[in-house]
């Protein structure tokens, strides 16, 4: 005999008071997207200022961050327009990681 699953109602106590842990344990790993990150950085390094200097923009930051295995909390993709990936990420990672991707990036465009 199968056992019934039971169906938790999205707006039951249960349900509200893990949204609420998850936020809050959120909250406490600062977990931010590459822009919450620069946005909210007080001063950045040289390499993370450089770059935006040629770029202006975070996306290829973000691909490289990706592609040296940094890792993403949340990841959303896809709007109807083109492809699109907002992640989020803990702010120690990014603090310690995106000066090094900036610099790898900068070192290839000088080559």
């Known amino acids: ?29 600062e977990i931010v997207t590459l822009r919450e990150w620069y946005d909210t950085t007080p001063e950045h390094s040289p390499e993370i200022q450089e770059y935006m200097k040629h770029f202006t923009q975070l996306g290829r930051l973000g691909k490289e961050l990706h592609k040296r295995g940094v890792k993403r909390v949340t990841e959303r993709l896809g709007d109807d327009v083109r492809t699109l990936v907002e992640a989020t990420y803990k702010r120690a990672d990014l603090d310690l990681c995106a000066p090094l991707c900036a610099f790898a990036i900068l070192n290839k465009i000088s080559e």
């Open 1 to 29: 005999m199968a056992k019934e699953k039971v169906m938790i109602d999205r707006n039951s106590e249960e349900v509200l008071a893990r949204k609420r842990e998850i936020a809050e344990a959120k909250r406490a790993a």
